[in-house]
């Protein structure tokens, strides 16, 4: 009896277990403005960073914590409560082993009293890169949350986040902030450059700052946390892919093959393997057409393109040969899945760097098509996912040409800082001389700033 259990659960493994197995060794899930121990989302524990046993993570005591007086139903609890920051804050990980790192920021914007969220207007800084600048866009606040994902290089004890309000005016705020340590074959040390003089080389690709702006499912529906190893979201491709004459989708019931050499499932799960798009040839000619995604994005910066191909359409090996273009550039010539991984179904990926914006089309251009070996009545081309990172430039910064020193001493400098400070120390003075008032005459008139320096106060009583 046992041991048939046994080896049912070994039979299962594989399928279930396995998919689940990465267990990074640095994994911290913060619900910030929280007070309560864990709240799951996808099954994965938050803890909010107003219980003290978390309170090395947590921003100085002057960071306040705001509730959504308005929660629209099925809003995910971690958008339920946000810390806002009037002067620059940090949140500080420490970090069991150096390496790449993945940070997720989830920013939804609320009404809190009288507090719109959606004014906010900051920076954020993570061990002394620029991630994000002046930043305000957000995009249909109520309905989505803005998540912002980055692979970061740590070869420090911490992984510092600092948030730091564009102006005295302005004020930041997080509801929740991922501190993930990345498998070591996520981000590899080379990939090709491809220029219009030359196709070169590509070192310390793990070095640079990368913020993922595109991450792509191909034919197929969106692939959400629940079912990918390292809890990404896959948008379907319908938005970006331009040409449709003579493709086709694919979805592919059976198992996927991870293989050593090609791709493992944290560089992609099943979910996004075992949907592609395709060309087919019909009759006895091979269609002279190409497949094309454009990537709207912006200029001056360096891209990492990743191509995840998983043959799942073929019906034997050696039959399915295409070219892969990445901005006009022929990046591959002849691609052959079945020599480089010697299975059907198996997957695999490769990384292309490029300059944004090079192309004239706007943004950044995939084409897949037939080769000069490609056959007929058979497939001539496809591809199951795409990743658009963008990189750091040279002022280590991912969004504008302002480096993080300069942002920290913009702030320090201005002297209205200090001016700042005791405008807030006389706020809470008076906010709290108002709550007293408001105990006593049980008034519920409400005072737009007040909310505040009250919840400072209640905040700096927890720490
Ligand atoms: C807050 O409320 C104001 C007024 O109703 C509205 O204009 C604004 O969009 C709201 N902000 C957010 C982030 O929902
Ligand atoms: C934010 O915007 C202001 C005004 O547009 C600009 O002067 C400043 O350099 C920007 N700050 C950063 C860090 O990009
Ligand atoms: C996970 O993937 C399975 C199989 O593709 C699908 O049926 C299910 O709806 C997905 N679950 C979520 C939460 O996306
Ligand atoms: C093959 O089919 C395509 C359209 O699917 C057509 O344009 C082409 O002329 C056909 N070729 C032959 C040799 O029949
Ligand atoms: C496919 O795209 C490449 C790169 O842009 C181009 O050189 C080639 O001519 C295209 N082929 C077709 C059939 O449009
Ligand atoms: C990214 O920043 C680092 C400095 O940390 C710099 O060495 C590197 O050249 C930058 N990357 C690019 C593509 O400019």
Redesign the pocket.
């Given at each position: 009896m046992s041991s048939t259990l046994f080896s049912l659960l070994f039979l299962l493994l594989p399928f279930t277990t396995l998919s689940h197995l990465f267990s990074p060794p640095d994994n911290y899930l913060i619900n910030c403005g929280s007070s309560a121990p864990s709240t799951p989302v996808d099954y994965r524990p938050f803890a909010g960073d107003l219980v003290p046993r978390h309170s090395p993570f947590s921003p100085s005591p002057r960071a306040v914590s705001v509730q959504n007086d308005n929660p629209l139903p099925n809003l995910p609890p971690i958008y339920h409560t946000a810390r806002l920051f009037t002067t620059p804050a940090r949140y500080s990980f420490p970090i069991t082993l150096k390496g790449t790192h993945m940070l997720r920021l989830h920013f939804h914007p609320f009404n809190s009293s009288n507090l719109d969220l959606g004014r906010a207007q900051f920076h954020v800084l993570v061990n002394?890169?620029v991630v994000l600048s002046n930043f305000t866009r957000f995009v249909n606040p109520q309905r989505n949350p803005r998540i912002v994902e980055y692979l970061i290089w740590v070869d420090s004890e911490k992984l510092v986040v600092m948030f730091v309000p564009s102006k005295d005016s302005k004020f930041a705020f997080v509801n929740a902030i991922e501190v993930i340590s990345a498998p070591k074959d996520l981000v590899p040390e080379t990939a090709q450059y491809l220029s219009s003089s030359k196709v070169e080389v590509f070192d310390?690709l793990n070095?640079?700052?990368l913020e993922v702006v595109y991450r792509v499912t191909v034919g197929g529906p969106k692939v959400t946390p629940f079912n990918d190893s390292l809890w990404r979201t896959w948008v379907p491709d319908d938005g970006f892919f331009k040409s449709s004459a003579g493709s086709e989708k694919l979805y592919f019931g059976g198992r996927i093959k991870y293989r050593v050499g090609g791709a493992s499932r944290e560089v992609g799960p099943d979910n996004v393997y075992n949907s592609a798009r395709l060309i087919r040839s019909k009759n006895d000619s091979v269609p002279n057409v190409n497949m094309t995604w454009v990537f709207p994005v912006v200029g001056g910066?360096?891209y990492l393109v990743r191509l995840h191909f998983c043959d799942i359409a073929s019906i034997s090996l050696g039959l399915l040969y295409f070219n892969v273009y990445v901005n006009g550039y022929l990046a591959y010539e002849d691609l052959d899945l079945s020599y480089v991984m010697n299975s059907l179904a198996s997957p695999f990926y490769a990384d292309f760097v490029v300059d944004g914006g090079d192309d004239g089309v706007g943004g950044l251009s995939v084409s897949i098509g037939p080769s000069k070996s490609s056959m007929a009545h058979v497939i001539d081309g496809i591809l199951n996912g795409v990743e658009v990172m963008k990189?750091?430039?040279?002022h280590?910064s991912l969004d504008g040409e302002v480096c993080a020193d300069f942002v920290l001493k913009s702030w320090s400098t201005g002297n209205s800082g200090l001016l700042f400070t005791l405008v807030a120390a006389v706020c809470i003075v008076l906010s709290l001389s108002i709550v007293v008032r408001r105990r006593f005459i049980g008034s519920r008139e409400s005072v737009s700033w007040s909310r505040l320096p009250v919840n400072l106060s209640d905040d700096s009583v927890k720490n």
């Open positions: 002394g890169h310390g070095k640079q700052a910066y360096k990189m750091n430039n040279s280590n």
